[in-house]
């Protein structure tokens, strides 16, 4: 999950805070429920969904599920100049530890005041869990989400799933999960996937060549977000070159202070092209010479 520093979030926060107060919904589940029934708030209401039969791995899954009235928007991980990025707080879990948070490919959003990333329809974020010890478990998230119409509303919500230690699943609980993993990004593949990435002008430049398939449909424009470590913002892309089965993007970067310039940066990198979508992760130095 992208994180910034306290004066980066508090850029961020400024026009949804002012004359908006924080919704607060606090949504008790019954015990040995598969989700914590819903929280609401104006545009929109959200919940947490288990399947507490452990894959074949041992991990359980979930998502969190935004459902959002229609007109209304919501953000990714790095939503950009503007918005506020899901937080998951699962510090008061009993029993049971989050291994991953992941995100669906984004769409960029352009609001008459600022361009950022995130979903215009509802939305599901997967999880991945462990458990931690046996017995009884409980999932205890501490939510917080932005959603948008011409006025952003900050959601908080505390949801709560509790998980017997001899779970019984269902069918459609487990259909629920999986359809949610299946909406991610795929993999990298050969005919679509990074194939460089370098951070130029003293780090404040990234540059990025992608491959992308020769077959598109007509009039569809690839398009790429980024997400990177703490500190780390990123100004919308701007496409340079798309031809010859090859996408080059130019990105404004804004590094934390002191960053060395030698230091290795992972990146999070989504590219979508109509309904296909890739995620990508790579790690980036300093150009030498630029």
Not at 240 to 264: F, I
Request: aromatic content about 8%; glycine content about 8%.
């Amino acid at each position: 999950m992208s994180k910034r520093p306290a004066i980066s979030l508090f850029r961020h926060l400024l026009p949804v805070l002012f004359g908006q107060a924080i919704a607060l919904a606090v949504t008790l589940a019954p015990a040995w429920s598969l989700d914590s029934g819903w929280a609401e708030t104006e545009g929109g209401r959200m919940r947490l969904v288990i399947d507490p039969v452990p894959r074949d791995d041992g991990t359980i899954a979930g998502f969190l599920d935004v459902d959002l009235e229609p007109g209304w928007k919501t953000y990714w991980r790095d939503p950009g100049s503007a918005g506020i990025p899901p937080t998951l707080d699962f510090s008061l879990n009993k029993g049971v530890a989050l291994l991953s948070m992941d995100y669906p490919a984004p769409v960029r959003v352009d609001d008459g005041y600022a361009i950022w990333a995130g979903y215009t329809a509802p939305v599901q974020f997967p999880l991945t869990f462990r458990r931690t010890a046996s017995g009884d478990g409980q999932v205890h998230a501490q939510a917080f989400i932005g959603i948008c119409e011409k006025i952003c509303v900050p959601f908080q919500a505390e949801l709560v799933v509790d998980l017997p230690a001899d779970p019984a699943g269902h069918d459609a609980t487990r259909q629920a999960v999986d359809a949610a993993f299946a909406r991610l990004p795929d993999a990298p593949g050969a005919d679509f996937h990074i194939k460089t990435a370098l951070l130029q002008m003293n780090g404040t430049q990234l540059k990025i060549l992608a491959s992308l398939p020769a077959f598109r449909p007509s009039g569809i424009e690839p398009e790429l977000f980024v997400s990177g470590p703490d500190g780390y913002a990123f100004a919308p892309p701007k496409l340079v070159n798309d031809s010859d089965g090859t996408t080059e993007w130019s990105v404004r970067v804004e590094p934390p202070s002191g960053q060395a310039d030698t230091k290795a940066v992972p990146l999070d990198i989504v590219v979508t092209l109509g309904q296909r979508a890739i995620a990508q992760t790579v790690s980036v130095s300093r150009a030498d010479g630029n």
